[in-house]
């Protein structure tokens, strides 16, 4: 028997090909980017206010390697942080003067001292250099140390300078500071020195080249009365100079360079000038963490 042939309303309608997940994206995107195109925003865009400039603040020097020594560390940290508005500015002895940096600036900066602990100039040079220019709003920074950074920084010009990486249990290091009459600031490089005895695990004696006590002298004898008669020295010192020539002239072999541009150092600051961003009222602080602001 020949089976009935069905009447053409009742046959199924062809069944559409399956469209893939990647195709179906594409035109969903595809649509998207149509609609789009005839969107139109209405009413200003607010602009991000800029950032305050950061202005290092240096001591300056009658060495002619100093200047170029910090130059060469805001270029790394320009570089790290590009488009942020860098200028530098000294407390004496080398152009541009802080004075003269500020007199020229408008909106807001923040000071990042390149100085290693809180002295006089931290806590009295630079508000007072602030209080002389009313039109710019600015804040100060923390100074440089004490901060695993530095501590890192101190450890690698050490390394250049020739020191082993794995020292043996007759070596020290003197670690030599400007020196200054303020307490806080002989707190701050004793805490420096802990860093970096923790860092090296070896003992690091603090000294320092001017104001206090031990020189770097009798720190070196210290330490050789202990039985470790190999003396390294590390300075805090951003830039070559009196005080950093004066200590490299006392060490009884190993002295390690300034620490001008090196790659911890300009990291750290940029970590001072965050900060002073993150804690609107400033910051004081002797954290010991590593540095967690991305640069």
């Given at each position: 028997m020949t089976a009935p042939i069905p009447h053409p309303a009742s046959r199924p309608a062809p069944v559409a090909p399956l469209v893939g997940t990647g195709e179906l994206a594409a035109e969903i995107a595809a649509q998207l980017s149509r609609r789009l195109r005839g969107v139109r925003l209405h009413g200003p865009v607010s602009a991000r206010p800029p950032a305050p400039t950061l202005v290092a603040v240096a001591h300056g020097s009658r060495d002619p390697r100093a200047l170029p020594a910090v130059r060469a560390l805001l270029d790394r940290v320009r570089a790290l942080r590009p488009g942020l508005p860098v200028r530098l500015g000294h407390l004496e002895l080398n152009r541009p003067l802080?004075?003269?940096?500020?007199?020229?600036?408008?909106?807001?900066?923040?000071?990042?001292?390149?100085?290693?602990?809180?002295?006089?100039?931290?806590?009295?040079?630079?508000?007072?250099?602030?209080?002389?220019?009313?039109?710019?709003?600015?804040?100060?920074?923390?100074?440089?140390?004490?901060?695993?950074?530095?501590?890192?920084?101190?450890?690698?010009?050490?390394?250049?300078?020739?020191?082993?990486?794995?020292?043996?249990?007759?070596?020290?290091?003197?670690?030599?500071?400007?020196?200054?009459?303020?307490?806080?600031?002989?707190?701050?490089?004793?805490?420096?020195?802990?860093?970096?005895?923790?860092?090296?695990?070896?003992?690091?004696?603090?000294?320092?080249?001017?104001?206090?006590?031990?020189?770097?002298?009798?720190?070196?004898?210290?330490?050789?009365?202990?039985?470790?008669?190999?003396?390294?020295?590390?300075?805090?010192?951003?830039?070559?100079?009196?005080?950093?020539?004066?200590?490299?002239?006392?060490?009884?072999?190993?002295?390690?360079?300034?620490?001008?541009?090196?790659?911890?150092?300009?990291?750290?600051?940029?970590?001072?000038y965050d900060q002073v961003l993150l804690a609107p009222t400033g910051c004081d602080d002797e954290s010991t963490g590593a540095a967690t602001v991305a640069v």
């Open positions: 802080l004075s003269d940096t500020l007199a020229g600036l408008r909106g807001e900066a923040v000071l990042v001292p390149l100085l290693f602990g809180r002295g006089h100039h931290v806590t009295h040079d630079l508000p007072a250099a602030l209080a002389d220019t009313p039109r710019l709003t600015g804040r100060i920074a923390t100074p440089l140390g004490p901060h695993p950074l530095l501590a890192e920084a101190l450890h690698g010009r050490l390394l250049e300078a020739g020191f082993p990486r794995e020292p043996g249990p007759r070596t020290a290091v003197v670690l030599a500071a400007a020196g200054s009459r303020s307490p806080r600031s002989a707190r701050d490089t004793e805490r420096t020195a802990e860093l970096l005895s923790a860092r090296l695990g070896l003992p690091v004696r603090a000294a320092y080249a001017s104001a206090a006590a031990p020189t770097v002298a009798d720190a070196v004898r210290a330490l050789t009365a202990r039985g470790h008669d190999r003396v390294a020295v590390a300075g805090c010192f951003t830039a070559p100079g009196r005080f950093a020539t004066r200590t490299a002239e006392a060490a009884p072999g190993l002295a390690a360079a300034p620490l001008a541009d090196h790659p911890a150092l300009a990291r750290l600051v940029l970590h001072r």
